[in-house]
């Protein structure tokens, strides 16, 4: 494969998808979901904001170690600490990258920076020369760049390149861009610039107008070489460009777009699904690749159509983003070497507790539905693997409801290792249920999102509960999943307590850290 038509990956979802209220993942789940990008084939991931807390240098530290393949990324703004402390986080990584950016369009060097542009551009040579001599990669992002001045943008890059940057990123921080203007921009900064052969360019979109994706495509299509994306499109605000949809664009219209990524595809829902469920992001049901509904069909014309021949609606299969269909069917009856070997087949490898754990939450799911989809099976794992290493967990429930009394509820967990229980009434069984869980964990944490939805079809379907929590201004959400809906919601209630307490202890970056 040629050097002019492979797009690098560069995934973001630890760093900037991470940025997400509440999306804040503890060391395990950084480790987890870091492991699988690299078996998913992404180029480069951007592991953290090392300069932000020591969690994050820790969460950088520990990828670092693990990740033999992927370049390891580390972010930092244009100061000495920050790209120091950058350079120390990625050291033990065979491959690393350190990150440096800063603001170059007018409004944020007057009102976030307050610097006159020619200190920005010196401030973009002296960073980069520093980082260089920390680490052979390095790049360069001009923060705003959809909205930097044509003129100073191509000195900066030039200046960045000139430094010894390798890869040069132009994001559209804020979203404000359009496709013919963000392609025109990567035309115009490549063809202007003297030394723009020597670096890879990057596109970075945020999806404030919906354009992320159309955007960084368009970048690619006029000469970017690198796509910095993330999984389901997690991110501030409005979320990022999404990895997903990115890759399978270029895999099916290849014949308009001549464009190849090192992604296995295949490996792309297991990723989403893992993403969705240690952020508590649930994916919504028509979200394009990995939402339910992207491969459902109801319509009786439709039907009709895909009987006839599935590419009548279908554009890419199932198989190809990892919804493998099997003719081993597992129910009540199955083994646990039949559900081991399902496990190694969708991409999950446990250790014995781990398996005997979901083994055995498997062979209830069985007891109560007539049929286990795959993505049962998957919804069940990843929420054993979530709640494994919390320090509260739930252990067991017993409700008691009607139309004359008011519901009453009684849990009991296990926390710090001790089994405790309570009970408690309520307006019904939800708030009955979370009373007790908080007459054991006490807090002062608001609820402000509850949600429901099914994993798969039927009255018997498993439910995934999303919670969201509240506490001076931290938001976390938590996630659980079962096939009867209030045990799956004190799951995600106490997933949701466990994230919680970790942000309590995790330092929050000082205010005047924002990134592309």
Not at 64 to 89: P, Q
Request: hydrophobic share 40%; net charge negative.
């Amino acid at each position: 494969m040629s050097a002019t038509n492979q797009i690098i990956i560069f995934d973001t979802t630890l760093r900037d998808g991470e940025q997400s209220p509440g999306a804040a993942m503890n060391l395990e789940e950084k480790l987890k979901v870091a492991l699988l990008l690299e078996q998913l084939g992404v180029d480069v991931m951007e592991a953290g904001f090392p300069i932000s807390s020591n969690g994050d240098f820790e969460a950088v530290n520990a990828i670092a170690k693990v990740v033999k393949n992927s370049t390891v990324c580390g972010l930092a703004r244009a100061t000495a600490k920050d790209i120091e402390r950058a350079a120390e986080a990625i050291k033990p990584a065979p491959r690393k990258r350190i990150h440096t950016f800063i603001s170059t369009s007018p409004l944020h060097m007057k009102y976030k920076l307050q610097m006159e542009p020619e200190k920005v551009l010196q401030a973009v040579t002296d960073s980069i020369a520093l980082a260089r001599k920390l680490c052979d990669d390095i790049e360069w992002s001009a923060e705003d760049g959809s909205r930097t001045e044509h003129d100073f943008l191509c000195r900066c890059v030039e200046a960045a390149i000139k430094a010894g940057a390798t890869t040069i990123n132009i994001p559209d921080t804020v979203g404000y861009s359009t496709p013919q203007e963000y392609g025109d921009l990567f035309k115009m900064v490549i063809n202007r610039v003297p030394n723009a052969d020597k670096a890879i360019f990057s596109t970075h979109c945020h999806n404030d107008l919906g354009l992320a994706v159309a955007n960084s495509l368009a970048g690619a299509i006029n000469g970017a070489r690198q796509i910095e994306c993330t999984i389901n499109g997690l991110g501030e605000r409005a979320g990022n460009a999404a990895l997903e949809e990115i890759v399978m664009a270029l895999k099916v219209r290849h014949d308009i777009m001549p464009l190849s990524t090192n992604i296995k595809t295949e490996v792309i829902t297991r990723a989403s699904h893992l993403v969705s469920t240690v952020t508590g992001f649930n994916v919504q049901p028509n979200k394009s690749i990995v939402g339910a509904n992207a491969f459902a069909h109801e319509s009786g014309i439709h039907q009709d159509g895909m009987i006839k021949n599935r590419q009548t609606y279908e554009i890419m299969t199932p198989q190809s983003v990892g919804l493998t269909k099997t003719s081993m069917k597992l129910g009540k009856l199955s083994g646990r070497a039949a559900f081991r070997g399902k496990l190694q087949e969708m991409g999950y490898t446990l250790d014995d507790n781990a398996l005997t754990e979901a083994f055995n939450r498997f062979k209830d799911l069985a007891d109560k539905k007539k049929e286990v989809f795959d993505e049962d099976i998957m919804a069940l794992v990843d929420d054993e693997v979530a709640q494994a290493s919390q320090n509260i967990r739930f252990i067991s429930m017993e409700l008691r409801t009607g139309s004359k009394e008011p519901a009453q509820a009684k849990i009991e967990l296990l926390i710090d290792g001790k089994n405790v229980s309570a009970s408690a009434t309520g307006n019904g069984c939800v708030d009955a249920t979370f009373n007790a869980i908080k007459a054991l964990v006490p807090h002062q944490a608001n609820l402000q999102l509850y949600q429901v939805g099914a994993v798969t079809q039927g009255t018997d379907a498993q439910a995934e509960v999303t919670v969201r929590l509240e506490e001076m201004g931290r938001t976390v959400n938590g996630q659980g999943a079962d096939p009867d809906t209030i045990i799956a919601s004190a799951r995600a209630y106490v997933h949701a307590l466990n994230k919680l307490a970790i942000k309590r202890l995790k330092q929050e970056p000082p205010e005047d850290i924002l990134t592309p």
